[in-house]
């Protein structure tokens, strides 16, 4: 069995930088025509000069071959001016800022301490029509951490949504189904991505026998009501909910440890991982909108002209690709993966 899709995009991506970056960009490069590069380097991305800059290193760390557009993205500090939104949008390489509540998850100690001092610039964003990208998690320590998202939704995204409703907004990696419920009841353009990891998985699969580092990412993954919400989420064809695979990879030692990273490696067989939740949830038709059609809508680009084709064909991938001078194990490594990319 084949599947023909027009390519797909990955609407959220850590390629990290330098040696590491160079080992891991042409796995998502292979596979989809455009990826939003998060900008949680350190130093963070800042500035369009950075992105700039940033974006002619993987550009120049691509294979020969492959041709593949990163779409670059700010990191949102208490400090963004109104003169560098208007210098990001105008350069036209800069696609979002990402609003990262300080401390939520790795790199994020730059991040926002007070969403209301943000007000000001995000009247510009909303002016500019450039997208504020959400990792919409409180780091309040007396809320429990498998309710951060949906504290974070009465705190911030209720308000946010309602003082600003022209702003664009990209709700990232929803991982319950108060998101998928919020989402759905939201008018304007707000958009939701959905890891892989999050449809295939649930906490069990983290926990079960042992812990797993290697399927501990955040948003954390949730119970299985959730996990389900978000499958039919996926699926329902419905255009707020696309690709974004959050594919984060960290060496092998950084998550085997004491206090293990989050970030779920995914890029090496995103695509075909996803292709096997639609397969399951019996909606392999709904998958071209989901990968390739409503992400480009959202941000007002052009739907790819390309075609890729997966085939239906048993696979294993390695047990850690190389990544710089560490190693970078992948998730559900060791796991029969049932799709193929067609090369
Ligand atoms: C990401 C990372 O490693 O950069 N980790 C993750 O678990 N998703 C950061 C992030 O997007 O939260
Ligand atoms: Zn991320």
């Not at 609407?11 to 590491?20: F, M, N, Q, S």
């Not at 892989?196 to 079960?208: D, E, K, P």
């Not at 955040?218 to 989420?233: G, V």
Request: with cysteine; charged share 20%.
């Amino acid at each position: 069995m084949q599947i023909t899709l027009i390519q797909p995009d990955d609407w959220h991506l850590h390629l990290r930088d330098d040696d590491a970056m160079a080992s891991v960009v042409a796995h998502s490069a292979e596979r989809f025509a455009r990826a939003i590069v998060m900008p949680n380097l350190r130093p963070p991305i800042t500035t369009t000069q950075m992105a700039s800059a940033y974006r002619e290193r993987i550009l120049n760390a691509l294979p020969e071959s492959t041709t593949f557009t990163p779409l670059m993205t700010l990191y949102m500090t208490d400090r963004l001016s109104h003169d560098e939104i208007v210098t990001a949008k105008q350069s036209g390489i800069v696609k979002g800022v990402k609003l990262y509540p300080a401390g939520a998850t790795t790199n994020s100690d730059a991040g926002v301490t007070d969403i209301r001092k943000l007000y000001p610039v995000l009247e510009t964003m909303q002016r500019e029509k450039l997208p504020l990208l959400i990792h919409a998690e409180v780091t309040d320590p007396q809320v429990d951490i498998f309710d951060r998202e949906q504290v974070f939704i009465d705190r911030h995204l209720i308000p946010l949504k309602q003082d600003f409703p022209d702003l664009p907004m990209v709700f990232e990696h929803i991982t319950t189904k108060q998101a998928v419920d919020f989402v759905r009841a939201c008018e304007g353009r707000l958009g939701a991505t959905i890891t892989v990891q999050h449809l295939l998985y649930n906490r069990n699969a983290m926990l079960q026998g042992g812990i797993r580092p290697h399927y501990y990412c955040l948003p954390i993954l949730k119970r299985e009501t959730h996990q389900t919400a978000l499958i039919e989420a996926a699926t329902s064809g419905e255009p707020h909910f696309f690709l974004g695979t959050d594919s984060a990879p960290h060496p092998q030692h950084a998550k085997e440890c004491a206090c293990g990273c989050a970030g779920c490696y995914t890029a090496h067989a995103a695509i075909e991982l996803y292709a096997e939740v639609f397969e399951q949830a019996d909606a392999l038709d709904k998958l071209e909108g989901f990968a390739s059609l409503f992400g480009p809508d959202f941000y007002d680009l052009p739907r790819n002209s390309k075609t890729i084709t997966l085939q239906k064909m048993a696979w294993q991938p390695p047990e850690s690709y190389q990544f710089g001078k560490d190693k970078v194990v992948p998730l559900g490594s060791g796991e029969t993966i049932n799709w193929q990319l067609v090369r």
